[in-house]
T-cell receptor, first 113, second 112 residues
Framework: DGGITQSPKYLFRKEGQNVTLSCEQN?????MYWYRQDPGQGLRLIYY???????QKGDIAEGYSVSREKKESFPLTVTSAQKNPTAFYLC????????????FGNGTRLTVT | QKEVEQDPGPLSVPEGAIVSLNCTYS??????FMWYRQYSRKGPELLMY????GNKEDGRFTAQVDKSSKYISLFIRDSQPSDSATYLC????????????FGTGTSLTVIP
């Protein structure tokens, strides 16, 4: 089955630690996205990538980093510089361009204490 | 002003009711419109994808776009308890830098 796999589903970390969230897709999509979802705030774009080895900052990139070494993989690192990292993180992908919809993974809930 | 406005609800209806969910937007560059359903602690699932103005029907779901009014709607007929979820609208267009714009979501509960 084609889809987007995010792992782990739940992640717990201590403050001051970096943590990497995994996102893998087998849809052969060129574009991949990371969003953060907080109650009452909707989806906010962290980073996106239209092609391998290239990515752009979204609206809330501070404290996050990404890499895109393979077409199917787009891991997100939440660094200790992110002031409020506890959130629900969603990875998504689409065929490149504005004329195809986003498809989402099932998210990773990160809790930092 | 936000690019996309969506009433967060919550909306509560009896089983079998017709549900109307709406979003308004301000950017005339938006051309493609999507509705997603999101269950608690899950990722959004694409329900409807439409281009420009008009209606699109898929089973109990109808998506409607009125570009002249910058208004989109999702209608759910014969609503079921399994439709209880948060519904997100999303949109994108040629002039939006390949970025999707989302509403904040409407929480719907269908009461048996």
């Amino acid at each position: 089955d084609g889809g987007i796999t995010q792992s782990p589903k739940y992640l717990f970390r201590k403050e001051g630690q970096n943590v990497t969230l995994s996102c893998e897709q087998n849809l052969n999509h060129d574009a991949m996205y990371w969003y953060r979802q907080d109650p009452g705030q909707g989806l906010r774009l962290i980073y996106y990538s239209q092609i391998v080895n290239d990515f752009q900052k979204g609206d809330i990139a501070e404290g996050y980093s990404v890499s895109r070494e393979k077409k199917e993989s787009f891991p997100l690192t939440v660094t200790s510089a992110q002031k409020n990292p506890t959130a629900f993180y969603l990875c998504a992908s689409s065929v490149t361009g504005f004329d195809s919809p986003l498809h989402f993974g099932n998210g990773t809930r990160l809790t930092v204490t | 002003q936000k690019e996309v406005e969506q009433d967060p609800g919550p909306l509560s209806v009896p089983e079998g009711a017709i549900v109307s969910l709406n979003c308004t937007y301000s950017n005339s560059a938006f051309q493609y419109f999507m509705w997603y359903r999101q269950y608690s602690r899950k990722g959004p699932e694409l329900l409807m994808y439409t281009y420009s103005s008009g209606n699109k029907e898929d089973g109990r779901f109808t998506a409607q776009v009125d570009k002249s009014s910058k208004y989109i709607s999702l209608f759910i007929r014969d609503s079921q308890p399994s439709d209880s979820a948060t519904y997100l609208c999303a949109m994108i267009g040629a002039g939006t830098g390949n970025q999707f714009y989302f509403g904040t979501g409407t929480s719907l509960t269908v009461i048996p």
